[in-house]
């Protein structure tokens, strides 16, 4: 799947953060599994963990030795997103630049759709 047809897209940046966590972790291979949960601040949020594998229906974007893992219902509240790495004074953390969010809460992880 190339960048122009992706629903969603993991940049080279926070594929090498996957890959570096994973295998910290003692898990090669592994993936990013990225959701989006109802509930935080505005209405809904986004969750991440490491695991092991896909689940038999998720979309499975690979960017060079990282997957990420999103599973259909979330996939469409993220269709047109990116999923990137940020270092800023006050942390490092993924971030998602989702165009469906119409609000986001300070947190950076909670937002809301219209």
């Known amino acids: 799947m190339d ?4 629903p969603f897209r993991v940049t080279p940046r926070a ?10 972790e003692g898990k ?6 990225l959701a989006v949960d ?8 986004y ?5 092991e594998a896909p689940a038999g229906d998720d979309l499975v974007i690979a960017e060079g030795p990282a997957r990420v893992f999103v599973d259909p219902v979330s996939l ?6 990116e999923l ?6 006050i942390g490092a953390h993924f971030a998602v630049r ?12 909670s937002f809301s759709v219209g």
């Open 15 to 24: 594929a090498a953060q996957v890959a570096e966590i994973a295998a910290r």
């Open 84 to 89: 990137d790495w940020t270092e800023a004074l």
């Open 98 to 109: 989702n165009p469906q969010a119409v609000s986001a809460c300070g947190c950076g992880t």
């Open 47 to 51: 969750r991440f963990a490491i695991e």
């Open 3 to 6: 960048a122009a047809t992706a």
């Open 28 to 33: 090669p291979g592994a993936g990013l599994r």
């Open 76 to 81: 469409e509240l993220l269709a047109g997103s």
């Open 38 to 45: 109802a509930g935080g601040c505005s209405g809904f949020q």
